[in-house]
């Protein structure tokens, strides 16, 4: 019943039976027969079906949610009796929005110091795809915003808070100067992150409130793609600075506070919310908030202009 569950909550994951196959590593053939199997012991149809998979019925979509709490809870009864045993070891798959890449080592390096048997794989996601991710199981926690759009039923621990600079070259327009406004830095040849993602939703959202809007001349969801193109001096970007200080920029590029406004978005850990965690979770979320303090801490050790005030 259990391995029937997951592959159904794959399938409502992926949309397209062969592809939910694969991610659970069987045939669509058995996947699909296993689906039958669930719907003929539970005597409900689970899945609207034509040529292809076309939704869940009503009754599939409560049986959905029953999945999910079932099979994380039997995930969770496992990992507990394997810490009981072994101690805490294990895998966690963590989905991180591109801005916060960075600043994931900051919460890996000191969690694997406490337990050397936990092992990582790091993905970057849009905020969307963390939180979907997050529902269907496929992650363990992500680094998202917290505080722009709705999260729904998780638990968070904040991290840090982002705010954002135009970064460019000395000797383009407006690099000479110690502040910029996000009406100024609309008029510059831009490279920014594509629509998908939450941070150009941040960007759009405060041009717009400075009556202006945003033409990049070039769009990608890679951050190190922006940082390649503003290297040539010919493009400038918007970005946290933390994410812009993690790839030691040369003494050519400038990093320049944007107000009015001077805003902050809130980053955090999400996991999803349920008592108990599994063990590696909830270790986790204790390691993200050690880490927060720390990682407040240093914020605050910048001025608004974002030079450090101790050395």
Same mark, same amino acid.
């Given at each position: 019943?259990?391995?029937?569950?997951?592959?159904?909550?794959?399938?409502a994951?992926?949309?397209?039976?062969?592809?939910?196959? $694969?991610?659970?590593?069987?045939?669509?053939?058995?996947l699909?027969?296993? =689906?039958?199997?669930l719907e003929?012991q539970?005597?409900?149809?689970l899945?609207?079906?034509?040529?292809?998979?076309?939704g869940?019925?009503?009754e599939?979509?409560r049986v959905?949610?029953?999945a999910?709490?079932?099979?994380?809870?039997t995930?969770?009864?496992? $990992?507990?009796m394997?810490?009981?045993?072994?101690?805490?070891?294990?895998?966690i798959?963590?989905?991180?929005i591109?801005?916060?890449?960075?600043?994931?080592?900051r919460?890996?390096?000191?969690?694997?110091?406490?337990h050397?048997?936990?092992?990582?794989?790091?993905?970057?996601?849009t905020?969307l795809l963390?939180?979907?991710q997050?529902?269907?199981?496929?992650i363990?926690?992500?680094?998202?915003?917290?505080?722009?759009?709705p999260?729904?039923r998780?638990?968070?621990?904040?991290?840090?808070?982002?705010?954002?600079?135009? =970064?460019?070259?000395?000797?383009?327009?407006?690099?000479?100067?110690?502040?910029?406004?996000w009406?100024?830095?609309?008029?510059?040849?831009l490279?920014?992150?594509?629509?998908?993602?939450q941070?150009r939703?941040?960007?759009?959202?405060?041009?717009?409130?400075?009556?202006?809007w945003?033409?990049?001349?070039?769009?990608?969801?890679?951050?190190i793609?922006?940082?390649?193109?503003i290297?040539t001096?010919?493009w400038?970007?918007?970005?946290p600075r933390?994410?812009?200080?993690?790839?030691?920029?040369p003494?050519?590029?400038?990093m320049?506070p944007?107000?009015?406004?001077?805003?902050?978005?809130?980053?955090?850990?999400?996991?999803t919310?349920?008592?108990p965690?599994?063990?590696?979770?909830?270790a986790?979320?204790h390691?993200?908030?050690?880490?927060?303090a720390?990682l407040?801490?240093?914020?605050?050790l910048?001025?608004?202009?974002g030079?450090?005030l101790?050395?």
């Open positions: 019943m259990i391995d029937k569950l997951e592959f159904f909550i794959a399938l994951g992926a949309g397209h039976f062969g592809r939910a196959a $694969e991610e659970c590593g069987v045939s669509q053939p058995t699909s027969a296993a =689906i039958r199997q003929d539970l005597g409900v149809v899945v609207v079906r034509g040529s292809r998979y076309q869940l019925t009503p599939g979509q959905l949610e029953w999910r709490r079932i099979v994380s809870d995930r969770t009864m496992r $990992e507990e394997r810490a009981a045993r072994k101690g805490l070891a294990g895998h798959r963590l989905a991180v591109p801005t916060a890449l960075a600043m994931v080592p919460l890996t390096e000191p969690f694997q110091a406490r050397p048997a936990v092992t990582f794989s790091v993905t970057s996601r905020s963390v939180l979907s997050l529902e269907n199981l496929e363990d926690a992500g680094i998202t915003y917290l505080d722009n759009e999260l729904g998780v638990t968070t621990v904040p991290l840090y808070s982002e705010r954002y600079h135009l =970064i460019a070259a000395t000797g383009t327009p407006l690099a000479d100067q110690n502040s910029v406004t009406k100024e830095v609309s008029s510059l040849r490279c920014l992150l594509t629509p998908d993602m941070n939703r941040i960007i759009n959202k405060h041009m717009a409130e400075a009556g202006v945003p033409k990049p001349t070039l769009e990608s969801n890679s951050m793609v922006l940082f390649s193109h290297r001096g010919q400038a970007s918007i970005m933390n994410v812009a200080e993690s790839f030691g920029f003494e050519q590029i400038r320049i944007i107000v009015e406004p001077d805003a902050e978005h809130l980053v955090g850990l999400v996991a919310h349920r008592e965690h599994t063990p590696l979770v909830s986790l979320l390691e993200a908030r050690l880490r927060a720390a407040d801490f240093d914020r605050n910048l001025s608004s202009d030079k450090p101790l050395t």
